[in-house]
Structure formats: structure tokens, C-alpha cells
């Protein structure tokens, strides 16, 4: 007998789900819910097409009911919200723009449902021109309003990746951008010695970064002509910023109201709790996607990371398992990037604000390796962190930089996901011509100072320690050149050149321990083994006068 | 006290030793000794140097020998050739351009020598416009013959990583560019059914190739001029060409013949044989780089594999050995990378040939997945495969494309530093944002076509199967859509789109197996699904038909 399979939610995990059902089981009666008109749309592209870098709007559609019902025999129904679901009867409700309520039975049923964005209760946050973008629908009316060309200055209130994306692409639309955010910075993957390089991307580009703080209320200004409509987004210090149009990209929540009355166990902020079969607390029902709480691959806890890659993953194991193939999801590791108009950020598994909730000790190092050989034209630097427990097992890693971040990282995710150590990056055969690497590849050097640490040859200290740096029992020592001292040092720091080093022991004090840096840590690691070996203590800025330029900022 | 150490050959893996050599032990007494004038020259550069890419000859120069005085402590003796070595007395004969000879002797020796240019005896091969690329000198002698522009075209002989590199680089510069090789076709990293995209791209750009031919003779045309004298280079095949320059980049062999009376073992080729530690069959003698033979990582045999990025980390290997700090090398997989024009090839681990060599049991797969989101502008096309074990270990990839091959294969290299299975593949969580990948990016793809294949749930044939396929007992099968099929398709294939496929189920012979065939393997991969559910005996062509077009060439 054919299995009945009902897919709630028709982007990504669903889609993806829908596709594998069916090469699995050609017999299966598969019918795939959508709430609204699209399917399988290009939900990652949204903001670049209201920025118009795709122009194409077809493109967004990646799929249709009617190539889902040709290619797959996929039963798809659009404008079709389920709003209840009946787990003793296996049936669902289904509430059809054309057909009204109905029931719909199932063997399996697997929920997509997705994420929305949370509408804090701001006062007057109803508005035409307070607007987030989640769909095909929200886009359109964007694009709209963008291309009615009234629009000349915008807010967007949350600093997370779909608030920063839309930051950029309506500032490539020229117009006047400030972002909102109540943390301290943007984009929380990244530690705070690491996001200078975002912000300063941004502002250099022209947007207006809001930091620390909040919307107290919206103010919606009339005018003569109702169109050009401003408002005013009162914050809460005190401020007021007159706008033509607020995004809002707070942030997300699981889509998931309609399963209260279900007995589908949920999390605490209301995500679906399942197994690593994806399998919810109730027999035959699955869910994948924003929706749901993983597992960190990393820590091992709870923790819920709405990304396109791991829906689509989860897409296909519901699939495997609900088709009598064991198949099990190991948990999402937060592998994120994100374009900020010349620059690209990238990071992945565990940042250091994570580590210190989960009480795990950690080593961190920077470095800023070139994206590939010197010699060879257009190498740009690339600011690299890497944090590994004190076994040396990698916990994580974050990058910026203008070329070849995705590389290292996407190398750093794979090494992650087997388990690897700090040192295994040092064994790594990466491609090396001079136009894409160096003979030594970033990752191998990150694997190299990694190393260092956990042998015990180099001890390091971050940007931030300095502010409680014992003055009377240390010294800080400039290695660089002295030209490069003259240009520019930490305060409190005298100059020894690394070359003179040997030359100038006598200066240096063996009662104190020596804090040594250079521009990037690489001569300070040498002045430091040269230290070491010569009887001081002694240890490295690491990443050097750059690491402490960018994390003071 | 403090250990004498003496290394033979400054550049790459020498260079690396005596640096961390010093960081390790800052007491040791470290020689360095450099036959020629230039120690730690970028020698990957050279070829971008004379094609006028890189325009600074001092960036070549990565470090000088007062530079490693200053930073290191480093005595770098350079235009001193060390002739013999004494391992009985632990010592060596220099040959010094001042000091004539003289004995150094040596608490540990490390060599490093290198491999030189293969110099065949090729009647007439002995004049200035024949020449080959190793040193600074060779690129200052051939950088001035380009300059003086009398050089209308060049004959490179030999298709390897160098030949080509040059090829790419005279032609830049305009020059007519003819390359021959002996083998069927160049990089033979490659197989035959990825390499027409390295050949189409040469030969787009104005690159003559002679391949499957050798050089029988050069004959000196005297002119009038002797500065333009010319070289008619003799084929095999009994044509001839004339030409202005001949670069021999035929391959290299190791440059050891000053170690014969060493007692130091050497392979068949002249390779110094090391353990894993680096040292050779001689105490407190150890070896590394272009000069050792090493153990291929992934089969576990005995191989040479010149390259950079190994040299490297032998160098830093012997270093810790020698400082009493226990590192082994675990072996080589042949990661490697070229520049072609507007193209990147890369490859790691071992290909076809190697395979059928050690009579390894394998499968292949083909893909073309776009470098990012295809919405997405400039996304372009990556051809893609992966070899991997009947159990799943993943043995190699190739890959060519204009944009993302060097992160895919080195995603890969690092997959098979960890001993991954192709299905391990599928879990890689990569960074994903429309700009830089797919949901789904390429290296899960190719996890999902292996998972598929080792799970029985797809059977694939390659291109080149065809030529031997059974025509009465098989069907070929195009699914794409009629007006593909119309545009160009495998001889002897009849047209049923995928997705009228289920509705014509009938017009096939269940009798037959059914051979079917897309445009890049994923339409041909739903179809083979509905057929085999439906009974048929199915295999689907891997790449489809852009990998049938390509290993056709």
C-alpha cells in the first residue's frame, strides 16, 4: 500500500524534502502545503533583488507547482494554511483560499514551517512603510516602494544577517541608510575584537550605524501628499530619526501557533523539538527547518540556527527516514557568511561569547595572513580567528577580508566536522599556485600557532587584556622597526626591533614578564622564542598591532 | 652544548628548517649553504615574473641572506655548492666561489637540494634560446631575451605544471606559443575526460598544442643577426617548427648526483629515501622536498610529488626532529593548482590512471553544479569529479571552472586528510549566502550522488562506456526536452523528457537496460529513479551529456 506523506510548508526543508520523497518512492501520494502563492522561492536572494543586483524576478522562483507536479507528481497546493493538526486521527485542517476548511489524513507528515519576524509591541509599528521581508509577497511590496523612488533615507531596525543584507542593498540603491541595534554591535557570530571590520565596511560605505540601542516608538508623520508619508523613529536615547521607510529585521521566531493545540512538544521559545531522525515527539510526524531546535555540532546543546544549508540537509534525511532509510542529522554548526559590499565575513561553530555562557575554556588566536602569495598581484589581507579548546580540539573560527575567506573557513567547517584538532590544520594539503594560496595556507599557519600554544612554545595574550596589563610587573615591547613605532604604537610600549633584539637583552628587565607585539604576530612569535629561550617570561600580542587597532575600535 | 647544523640548499623546505630551527634553539649554530646567489626566492613566481605580472623582480626575493643574519642568526653562505658528504666523519666538502674548498663538519645535516630541470639528449639541445626554469638566473636570462622582443614565438617543451605555466605566460605577452608533450595530453594530474577543459582554454587563447609528440631534433638556423637566430624544433611525427625561444620544461629529477658516494640511500630515480621523521637511512642526516621520494597519502606507495606547500612542511618537520620534538609526515596527496587564462584547474589525491596502476576498484561520478546560487549573478559552471572507494573512502577530484574550484577541491583535500567517505560529504556544513555558494553547495552534491551510488539506489556509466555499449541488449535514453535533444545529443539515443517519462513508460523495453542521459546528470538521476521503481534496469550517464561533450574532445 502507498504511503500518504503531507508536507507542511513548501520552502526549502519542505521542498527539499518533497523532491527526495519522491525519488525514494515512486508510489507514495505526496501533497505539499503552502501557505502562500510560492513554493521553493530563492528566500536568500530576496534583498539583492530589492537592491537590484538580480534583476530578474523569475529567477527567485526556483520552483513551481507545475514543474513540482510534472518532474516530481508532487500534489502541491498553494494558498493553503494548515491550522490544525490531529495527531490521534493522523489528519490535519486545512484552511484553502479557494475550498474553505477541509481535512486531509496522513502516514507521515513532515512540518516546514519556517520562521517569521518578530513584530516587537512598539507603538505604531503598523504601518505601510514598517515592513520586514520574509516572503515573495513582502518583496514585491518593497520593490515597490523602492521603485516609486520616494525613498530616500531608510531604517532598518536589527543588526543580524537579513538587516545587514538589506542595509547594504538599499545603499546601493543610493539610498541613506541607518541601522538600529540593541547590542553593542552588529552581527552576533562575531566576537566583538573581530565585527570592527563589518562595521567599518559599512560605514565606509555610508550607513549609519545605531549601536546600543533601540526604537522607543514609531511617529508617523502626515503629509499633503499621503504617498511621501515619513516617519519618525523615536529611540530610546532620546533620538529621532526621520525616515522614508523602516525594515524590520529584529530577528526570527518559529512559525509554529498552529501546533499548540497538537501535543507536538515544543522548546521554550516555541521551536519543535525533535530527534536526530527529525522525528518529533509524536510518532510519524517530522519536522526540518527554521522551526526547529538542533543540537550544536560543536557543544552538544540545545540551540536553534535558522540557515538555508541545514533546512535543506534536514529536508533530505526526513525524507530518507520516512522512506525506511536510517538516516540521522549530527546538528548544525552555524557555518555563516555574509557579503558586505567589498568584504566578506565568514565563521563558523563556536564564538567566544558562546563559550563563556557554556563555561568552556578556550585558547584564541588571530592572525592575518595574505589571501595568497605577496608577490602575486591583488593579495589582501585576511583578519582570521581561531578559538580550539585546551586539548587543541577547533571550537571555531571567524574571518573578514576581501578574497579567499570562504575558502578558509569552508576548509575550518570540513576540519570541524571531523573532530579535528587545532594541530591537524598544520597537516592540510591545500592548493598552492601563487594566484590562490601560499605555500604555508592560512589554516596551515593557524594550525601552526595553534600548535605553539599547545606545546607550550607560545603564550599569547588578546587586544583586550591590555587594559589590565600589570604595569608595574610587565613591559611592553614594540618589535616592529622603528619607523613603524614612530607611526603609530600601544601606549606604555618601548621600541626594541626585533633584529636588535638579541643584541639589547640587557634592557629588557628578567623580574618583569615581557609583552611583546609586532604589526601581525609573526616577529613578536620570533622575539618571543628568542625571549623565552634567553630565560624571561614572556608573551605574544596575538595578531598583533592590527588585531589591537581593529578590536579597540 | 649547542648543536651544529648544516643545511644544503636555501629555498623552500631548507629555508623553512633553518627558521624554525632557530625559533626551536636559539644556541644552535645553523649553517645554510646555497649553490647559487639566491636563497628563499619565490621559485612558484617566476613564471608570472617573466609574463609580466609580477613587474617587481625584488618581490621574488622573499628572503636575503642578511635578512636570516638579522632575524635568525641564520650563516647563510651562498655561491657554495657542498660537493661531498662524509657521514663517516660527519662532515662535508663546500664548494665556495671565494673560498674554494673546505670541510664543514656537522652535529645534523639536512638536505634539501631540490630537483633540476630533465635535459634530455636531444641532438642540438646545447644554445642560448634553449633553456629551462629553475633559479633567478635562468628567469634574469629569459626575462632579457623577452625584453629585447625579438621573440615572435616560443616552443615550450612539455605539458606539466611549469610548460603550461610558461605557455600562459609568453602568451600573455604575445608571443605565438606552441606546446608539445609527449603524452596524449598535458597536466597529468588529470584524467583524459577532464582535461579538454585545460586544452579548449589554451587553444581559446591562441596556445598551439602537439600532443602525443616529441622533439627528435633542434637545428640552429644561422642568421645574418646572430642575436635573432632562430631554432627549428624537429617533431617526431617529421614536422618541424621554427621559433625564436625554447623552453625545456620536459620534468625534473632530483638534483642529487652529488650524494652518490654518500652511502645515503637513494630510490630508483636518484630520490633520497626518508622515514617519516624525515631522516634518511644515515644517522642524524635528514632530507625534504622536491629532492625525497615521500608515501602518498592516500594509496600508501612510494611516489615523487614536487610541489611547494609539502617542501614546507617537511622543512619544518625536520626542525622539530632535530630540536628533540617528535613530528612525523604523514605523506603526500598531490593537492594541486594552475591558472589557465580565465580558467582554475585543481585536483587532489590520485586520479583514473593511478588508480588502474595499483588496481584500486573505484567509482566515479561527474558533476556541473554552478559556482554560487545560479540567481545570483556571474554565477559559472564547475566541472566536477570525485573518485572514490567501493566502500566509499574518497580516493581524488579534479576540477575545472572560472570561479570556486580552488575552495571545493581543497574542501575535499581536507575531507581526505580525515579519511572521509563520499557520504561524509553530505554532511559538510559550508558556508552558504547566494554570492558565495548554494544550499546545496557543490561538495554536498557530490555526497549525495556518491551516497546514492553506494547505497544501490543509482547505477551511473561514464562517457567513455559508451563507445563499448551493447547496442541490441541497451537503450539510450535522452530526458532532457525535446529542443535540447534536437540541438545535439549521443548518437543513436531516442527523446523522452523526464517529465513526460511516467506517460511513456510503455514504449520502453523492459528486456533492455535503459541507458539514459540529461544535460548534467541531476534530470537523468529523477528518471533513472522512476524507471527503476517501475522495474527497468537503469543507469544514468554521470555529467550527462556536457561530460559526454568534454571527454569526447
Known amino acids: 500500500m502507498s504511503k500518504k506523506i503531507l508536507i507542511v510548508g513548501g520552502v526549502a526543508g519542505g521542498a527539499s524534502a518533497a523532491a ?29 533583488y530589492i537592491g537590484d543586483t538580480i534583476t530578474d524576478r523569475s529567477k527567485l522562483l526556483v520552483q513551481t507547482p507545475q514543474a513540482m507536479k510534472q518532474r516530481f507528481n508532487i500534489d502541491v497546493r498553494i494558498f493553503s494554511e494548515v491550522v490544525a493538526i490531529h495527531s490521534d486521527t493522523k489528519s490535519i485542517t486545512v484552511r484553502s483560499k479557494d475550498r474553505g476548511d477541509y481535512e486531509e489524513s496522513y502516514d507521515y507528515l513532515v512540518l516546514s514551517p519556517g520562521a517569521k519576524p518578530l513584530m516587537p509591541p512598539i507603538e505604531g509599528i503598523h504601518h505601510p512603510k514598517i515592513t520586514s521581508l520574509r516572503n515573495i509577497a513582502d518583496t514585491d511590496r518593497m520593490k515597490a516602494l523602492v521603485n516609486e523612488q520616494t525613498i530616500q533615507h531608510a531604517v532598518v531596525v536589527g543588526g543580524g544577517f537579513i538587516g545587514i543584507e538589506m542595509a547594504e542593498n538599499l545603499r546601493e540603491l543610493n539610498i541613506d541608510v541607518t541601522v538600529v541595534e540593541a547590542a553593542p554591535h552588529i552581527l552576533a557570530p562575531y566576537d566583538t575584537d573581530m565585527i570592527a571590520y563589518a562595521e567599518q565596511e559599512l560605514m565606509n560605505h555610508g550607513i549609519q550605524l545605531e549601536l546600543g540601542n533601540a526604537v522607543a516608538s514609531f511617529e508617523h508623520l502626515k503629509q499633503e501628499d499621503n504617498n511621501n508619508e515619513q516617519i519618525n523613529v523615536h529611540l530610546k536615547n532620546g533620538t529621532a530619526i526621520t525616515t522614508d521607510l523602516v525594515i524590520l ?6 512559525d509554529t501557533a498552529f501546533l499548540k493545540e497538537s501535543n507536538i512538544a515544543l522548546g521554550t521559545r516555541g521551536h519543535i523539538l525533535v530527534n536526530d531522525a527529525m522525528e518529533t515527539n509524536i510518532a510519524n510526524i517530522y519536522a526540518v527547518g527554521d522551526a526547529i531546535e538542533v543540537t550544536h555540532f560543536v557543544s552538544n546543546t540545545a540551540t536553534a540556527i535558522p ?29 555563516s557568511i555574509i557579503k558586505l559590499f567589498d568584504l566578506t565575513g565568514a565563521a563558523t561553530g563556536l564564538n567566544e561569547r558562546a563559550l563563556q555562557q557554556l563555561a568552556i575554556p578556550y585558547h584564541v588566536i588571530h592572525l592575518h595572513p595574505a589571501s595568497h602569495a605577496t608577490y602575486y598581484p591583488d593579495a589582501s589581507p585576511i583578519a582570521l580567528k581561531v578559538i580550539f579548546d585546551e586539548q587543541g580540539k577547533l571550537l571555531g573560527a571567524q574571518a573578514f577580508g576581501k578574497d579567499g575567506v570562504d ?19 598544520t597537516e592540510l594539503e591545500l592548493c598552492y599556485a601563487p594566484p590562490y594560496s601560499s605555500a604555508k595556507d592560512p589554516v596551515n599557519m593557524a594550525g601552526y600557532i595553534g600548535h605553539n600554544i599547545l606545546a607550550d612554545r607560545l603564550r599569547v595574550f588578546v587586544a583586550n587584556e591590555l587594559a589590565e596589563r600589570p604595569i608595574d610587573e610587565t613591559v611592553l615591547v614594540d618589535v616592529r622597526t622603528k619607523e613603524e613605532h614612530d607611526r603609530g604604537h600601544i601606549a606604555g610600549s618601548i621600541s626594541i626591533p626585533v633584529d636588535e633584539l638579541r643584541d639589547r637583552l640587557d634592557e629588557l628587565d628578567k623580574n618583569k614578564e615581557i609583552w611583546v607585539y609586532c604589526q601581525v604576530g609573526l616577529r613578536g612569535y620570533t622575539a618571543s622564542r628568542i625571549l623565552s629561550q634567553h630565560g624571561f617570561n614572556v608573551r605574544n600580542l596575538t595578531g598583533g598591532y592590527k588585531s589591537y587597532t581593529m578590536s579597540s575600535l
Open 307 to 335: 540557515l538555508a544549508g541545514p533546512a535543506n540537509k534536514q529536508g533530505r534525511i526526513v525524507a530518507d527516514n520516512i522512506a525506511g532509510l536510517s538516516s540521522t542529522y549530527k546538528g548544525t554548526q552555524g557555518s
Open 407 to 425: 575558502k578558509r573557513i569552508d576548509v575550518i567547517a570540513t576540519a570541524i566536522r571531523f573532530g579535528a584538532s587545532v594541530t591537524d590544520l
Open 249 to 254: 529585521a529584529i530577528g526570527v521566531q518559529p
Open 20 to 48: 527526495r520523497l519522491r525519488r525514494l518512492d515512486e508510489q507514495a501520494e505526496i501533497v505539499l502545503f503552502e501557505r502562500d502563492e510560492h513554493i521553493s522561492f530563492a528566500n536568500c536572494g530576496l534583498p539583492y
